[in-house]
Nanobody, 121 residues
Framework: QVQLVESGGGLVQAGGSLRLSCAAS????????MGWFRQAPGKEREFVAV????????YYANSVKGRFTISRDNAKNTAYLQMNSLKHEDTAVYYC??????????????WGQGTQVTVSS
């Protein structure tokens, strides 16, 4: 079993930045891809970004491409999401995920509890 704990969410003005962290614990997550999803009020959960185990390959939703950067530090069992140029529409609960692939939420096995990001306009 893998436990994922997100941190770094909060309230920020439009145009600002936040960095989310996701700390993994439990059994080793060696070889796992990791990613981020988000869910805004009244909307379905949507894919944000994914990073492979090596950190070489990264994929982003079109809505965040060029503004968000996903990274990971395998020595620390931690993944990050650097969010720049935040917009009001980025307001959502952000979830860290591990062991999966693709943009469909049902393809991911492990989920964190979520961290709220609120962008004021």
């Amino acid at each position: 079993q893998v436990q994922l704990v997100e941190s770094g969410g909060g309230l920020v003005q439009a145009g600002g930045s936040l960095r989310l962290s996701c700390a993994a614990s439990g059994r080793t997550f060696s070889g796992y891809a990791m990613g981020w999803f988000r869910q805004a009020p009244g909307k379905e959960r949507e894919f944000v970004a994914v990073i492979t185990w090596s950190g070489i390959n990264k994929y982003y939703a079109n809505s965040v491409k060029g503004r968000f950067t996903i990274s990971r530090d395998n020595a620390k069992n931690t993944a990050y999401l650097q969010m720049n140029s935040l917009k009001h529409e980025d307001t959502a609960v952000y979830y860290c995920v591990a062991q999966g692939s693709g943009v469909r939420s049902e393809n991911w096995r492990y989920w964190g509890q979520g961290t709220q990001v609120t962008v004021s306009s």
